[in-house]
């Protein structure tokens, strides 16, 4: 894979004085939803969070816990019923191009081939063919689909729709990556290779990203914090601080016993939760 810059420039430093602003701040959030059944039913409940600009951070917790409603509101597509999410210090109202959602119900367009996929959102943006494309194509062959440009959705497999749509999140240069499972469907090795791929991509460019997995491995393996979630209604377990040197190798990584530590210390946090559920 290529490594293409993304965003050239240096971004101007903080003055002294000013107070660092987190890149999304999620303070005392909860989440009621009506079910159709006319019920009341808490997804999420108090749940604070603060993500540095350029923090890799995954969370973990039971199916139902809620966390694709985090992740929703983060993206602006759901409005938490209580307390206040926040990106740049600014409240979330809705959607925005700072913050690219890689969801699995986010299909691709299957009436376009990779290189309209990729190109869509530029071109919504107003920026010129010539230039959507040759942006568009680079990113293609950053996450190796060089010679694919023009298939369709349909003729490619999971891995790799997977990986045209992180490419056409990545055309938005959103500045906060939102992955919702994005290797969930996949088999071990094409997993592996997009794990690989998008930590490459993350330590060139250090976007914020906020990952939902349910693969304790994956997360220690690519993140600077993972959360842990109760299960419903989610409130935070615990946020352990995976302090393992970067650039990773995953052959290193698992002969480390400091990463083993990690892994198994989460997976007794997510017994605990599992446990408390059968014995609240
Ligand atoms: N639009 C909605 N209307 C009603 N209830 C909802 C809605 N969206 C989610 N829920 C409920 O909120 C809870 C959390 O759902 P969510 O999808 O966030 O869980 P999750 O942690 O992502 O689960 P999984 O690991 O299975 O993907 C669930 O009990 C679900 O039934
Ligand atoms: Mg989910």
Known sequence: MSVVPLRPGVQAEPSAHAKPVAMIEIDRVSQMFETSGRRSHLALSDISLSIEDGAFVSILGPSGCGKSTLLYIVGGFVMPTAGVAKVKGRAITGPGPDRGPVFQEFALFPWKNVLGNVMYGLRQQGVKRAEAEAQSRRLIEMVGLKGYESFYPKELSGGMKQRVAIARTLAYHPEVLLMDEPFGAL???????????????WERDRKTVLFVTHSVDEAVFLSDKVVVMTRSPGRIKEIVDIDLPRPRRRADLLLDPHYQKYVVDIEKLIDDVLEDELHP
Not at 187 to 201: E, F, G, K, M, P
């Open 187 to 201: 088999d071990a090795h094409t997993r592996t290779r997009l794990q690989n791929d998008l930590l490459n991509i």
